[in-house]
């Protein structure tokens, strides 16, 4: 009932006076959110002053706050953390009401007042009415051959798609053909006059948890204990089946809360195999870098692998920045003329 009312106007949504551009999806966790979040920053950031809404799932603090360097994961969220420490020039604020949100940063003072803000995961947030409302579709999950919760995945009907503006099909293969392009459409019943776009995961050199006491030596062994607390970790798996030659995985629950119980198993496995590099993920490592129960010891053997949305082809790219940029007035440009993809 709720979805048919807010088809039929009978909720109102508000537009504000900047381009807000949002990125979402149908089902539950696991489309690549945060990354297509940070590419679109990357678009952004050398041109105008962003700012990044999200709303911390999973933090334990209430309303809208601003994201600090030096914040914890509990107080503002592991992907709200994560932009901010990699994009330390833009604005990351968490706040669950969007539209009060949107507002509060509006009304920072002229110098860091955004001329676009970035919402993450917000395409079930229909009070706000976006510039751009962009949808991410895994692509071995197909919206129509899901259920909904709790059978399913998908927290949304999967008509929702015709609000879509764009839809990105995330974590495609490398390699695609027309025909496989057309097939996956179809799955999704994707219409041809709605933009869409494949990409895939970039996996990033691995990084220390802990940037001082890191011994990158470990980095260059060939036994992994992976633990994760993610949504869907087969591509990760996969990547790293190439790579390394013993690989053993712990998984957790989605944005799992690493108690000292689990850090002491992590500890039992690095004293039991003393030549395996312990990694994570770069959202789990957002929770384990202010975790007090991990030892000088383990932080030399904790490291994470960054992750990026990459298309599959330039010609993608370049129809996507153009997408993005376009919803937005020239004359906010303030910076150079060059992006990132």
């Given at each position: 009932?709720?979805?048919?009312l807010?088809?039929?106007?009978?909720f109102?949504?508000?537009?504000?006076?900047?381009?807000v551009?949002s990125?979402?999806?149908?089902?539950v966790?696991?489309?690549?959110?945060?990354?297509?979040?940070?590419?679109?920053?990357?678009?952004?950031?050398?041109?105008?002053?962003?700012?990044?809404?999200?709303r911390?799932?999973?933090?334990?603090?209430?309303?809208?706050?601003?994201?600090?360097?030096?914040?914890?994961?509990?107080?503002?969220?592991?992907?709200?953390?994560?932009?901010?420490?990699?994009y330390?020039?833009?604005?990351?604020?968490?706040?669950?009401?969007?539209?009060r949100?949107?507002?509060?940063?509006?009304?920072l003072?002229?110098?860091?007042?955004p001329?676009?803000?970035?919402?993450?995961?917000?395409?079930?947030?229909?009070k706000?009415?976006?510039?751009?409302?962009?949808?991410?579709?895994d692509?071995?999950?197909?919206?129509?051959?899901?259920n909904?919760?709790?059978?399913?995945?998908?927290?949304?009907?999967?008509?929702?798609?015709?609000r879509?503006?764009?839809?990105?099909i995330?974590?495609?293969?490398?390699?695609l053909?027309?025909?496989?392009r057309?097939?996956?459409?179809?799955?999704?019943?994707?219409?041809?006059?709605?933009?869409?776009?494949?990409?895939?995961?970039?996996?990033?050199?691995?990084?220390?948890?802990?940037?001082?006491?890191g011994?990158?030596?470990?980095?260059y062994?060939?036994?992994?204990?992976?633990?994760?607390?993610?949504?869907?970790?087969?591509?990760?798996?996969?990547?790293?089946?190439d790579?390394?030659?013993?690989?053993?995985?712990?998984?957790?629950g989605?944005?799992?809360?690493?108690?000292?119980?689990?850090?002491?198993?992590?500890?039992?496995?690095?004293?039991?195999?003393?030549?395996?590099?312990?990694?994570?993920t770069?959202k789990d490592?957002?929770?384990?870098?202010?975790?007090?129960?991990i030892?000088?010891?383990?932080?030399?053997?904790?490291?994470?692998?960054?992750?990026?949305?990459?298309?599959?082809?330039?010609?993608?790219?370049?129809?996507?920045?153009?997408?993005?940029?376009?919803?937005?007035?020239?004359?906010?440009?303030?910076?150079?003329?060059?992006?990132?993809?």
């Amino acid at each position: 009932m709720r979805n048919l009312l807010y088809d039929k106007g009978l909720f109102k949504s508000q537009q504000f006076d900047v381009p807000v551009i949002s990125i979402g999806n149908i089902t539950v966790g696991g489309t690549g959110k945060t990354p297509t979040t940070e590419l679109i920053v990357r678009i952004l950031k050398p041109q105008h002053k962003v700012a990044v809404l999200s709303r911390g799932y999973k933090r334990k603090t209430r309303g809208f706050r601003i994201v600090d360097t030096d914040s914890t994961a509990s107080e503002v969220g592991d992907e709200p953390l994560q932009i901010r420490k990699k994009y330390e020039d833009v604005i990351v604020a968490v706040d669950a009401n969007r539209k009060r949100g949107i507002t509060q940063l509006l009304a920072l003072p002229q110098e860091m007042r955004p001329e676009v803000i970035v919402l993450d995961d917000a395409y079930q947030h229909r009070k706000v009415r976006p510039s751009k409302n962009i949808l991410l579709i895994d692509y071995n999950r197909p919206l129509f051959r899901d259920n909904l919760l709790p059978i399913g995945r998908l927290r949304d009907l999967p008509e929702q798609i015709r609000r879509a503006d764009a839809i990105v099909i995330t974590k495609s293969p490398e390699h695609l053909d027309e025909w496989e392009r057309d097939t996956i459409k179809k799955a999704n019943r994707i219409n041809d006059d709605c933009p869409c776009f494949f990409a895939r995961i970039k996996y990033c050199p691995i990084e220390p948890i802990f940037a001082e006491e890191g011994d990158k030596r470990y980095i260059y062994s060939k036994e992994v204990g992976l633990f994760t607390g993610i949504a869907n970790v087969k591509p990760l798996l996969m990547h790293l089946s190439d790579i390394y030659e013993q690989i053993t995985h712990t998984s957790y629950g989605d944005h799992h809360e690493f108690t000292r119980g689990n850090i002491r198993d992590i500890e039992y496995f690095a004293r039991s195999n003393p030549q395996s590099m312990l990694l994570t993920t770069e959202k789990d490592a957002q929770r384990l870098v202010s975790n007090r129960h991990i030892s000088p010891e383990l932080k030399k053997r904790l490291f994470y692998i960054p992750i990026e949305t990459e298309f599959l082809t330039i010609e993608e790219g370049y129809h996507f920045r153009n997408l993005i940029t376009g919803c937005i007035p020239a004359s906010t440009a303030t910076g150079s003329t060059l992006f990132e993809f």
